[in-house]
């Protein structure tokens, strides 16, 4: 049996996380990040890992790529899109994705290149997919 409950007020603030993070340079850590460039390097972590693939991180966290092997380059073009605005929503510093521009790569991958609205700023970013 439950208890009954009356009158319940809930008093609290939702505050945003700092910004700043390690500075991940040539696989060393090196500092520290902050602002635009913290961004930078959340956006290269996210879509560098496959996503349900290691426990350490949450279902919400990477991009799903592995499964984009093979496939016809315009299915590619399309889905990839897609599952780069659906990862990086996860992060509540960037604000949009736009401006996807795509180019072939020694016919075995694809760079994806794209501008990303933050809350420090405007930035250009690629990734480049095995195909």
């Known amino acids: 049996m439950l208890p009954a409950v009356e009158n319940i007020l809930i008093d609290f603030n939702i505050e945003e996380l700092p910004s ?9 850590l090196k500092g520290y990040r902050d602002g635009i460039e913290a961004v930078r390097q959340a956006i290269y972590l996210i879509l560098n890992v496959e996503r349900y693939k290691y426990q ?12 984009l092997i093979g496939k016809p380059i315009y299915y590619v073009k399309v889905e ?15 604000k949009n994705l736009y401006n996807f521009t795509y180019e072939t790569k020694d016919k075995d991958a694809l760079v994806c290149r794209f501008n990303v609205d933050t809350i420090f700023g405007t930035l ?4 480049v997919v095995s195909l």
Do not use: C, M, V
Request: overall charge negative; charged content about 50%.
């Open 20 to 28: 700043r993070t390690y500075k991940l340079e040539e696989e060393r």
């Open 56 to 67: 350490i991180y949450s279902w919400n966290y990477g991009i799903e790529l592995e499964d």
């Open 80 to 94: 990839l899109e897609r599952r780069i605005k659906e990862a990086l929503s996860q992060d509540t510093r960037i």
């Open 124 to 127: 250009e970013t690629e990734k």
